[in-house]
């Protein structure tokens, strides 16, 4: 589980924008980039993210 407070202050590394937690994923509200969480670690590297359609 993510810290509220760590989830605040991080933004997506590829467009700077807000992210929230959602299914385990980082996801960004604004390119949609989702990045994953291994052990409770989120892996903010733009290579590791999965691109969603939107």
């Known amino acids: 589980m993510i810290d509220q407070e760590l989830?605040?202050?991080l933004?997506?590394?590829s467009c700077k924008a807000d992210v929230r937690l959602e299914n385990e994923k980082i996801v960004c509200t604004?390119?949609?980039l989702r990045?994953?969480?291994k052990d409770g670690i989120p892996i903010m590297l733009i290579e590791e993210a999965e691109k969603t359609e939107k």
């Open 7 to 9: 989830l605040k202050i």
């Open 30 to 32: 604004g390119c949609g």
């Open 35 to 37: 990045y994953p969480v």
């Open 11 to 13: 933004a997506c590394p």
